[in-house]
């Protein structure tokens, strides 16, 4: 099994809702075909770098999985035909790839929970 990441951008017209409910059909997608999600991040609504479908924003998500390399084609197919996805780029990790996204899941752990603890001893 291959590990891939694909970040994908929907319209920012979507409800929170709708959003979830893209997300889980994606996520359903790689698990149907046997692959396994090892993590996911929403990034929120962004700005976009430049205008698409004349729009400037966008809600980012990525999703980190484990799959045979058949799965890519038809995931990457229901993107292009789903019209609440703008945008979706889908890479395969390699060695460095993989110890980068270990380090970028750390960082961003310690960053939660730095404010949780804050918090915490605040209340003390």
């Known amino acids: 099994m291959n590990r ?9 017209v979507l409800s929170a809702e709708q959003v979830a409910e893209t997300v889980s059909k994606f996520r ?18 962004r700005k976009l770098a430049y205008p698409i479908q004349k729009k400037s924003t966008g809600f980012y998500h990525l999703m980190e999985f484990e799959a045979d390399g058949t799965v890519v084609l038809p995931f990457e197919t ?21 110890a980068y996204a270990e380090g970028r899941r750390d960082k961003s752990n310690r960053q939660q929970a730095a404010p949780a603890e804050a918090e915490g001893s605040s209340k003390a």
Do not use: C, N, Q
Request: charged share 35%; proline share 2%.
């Open 28 to 45: 359903a997608l790689v698990t149907d075909k046997g692959g396994k999600i090892v993590h996911e991040d929403a990034w929120g609504l």
């Open 78 to 98: 229901e993107f292009r035909r789903d019209e609440r996805v703008i945008r979706f780029l889908t890479t395969k990790m390699d060695k460095h790839h993989l």
């Open 4 to 12: 891939y990441e694909t970040v994908f951008i929907m319209t920012p």
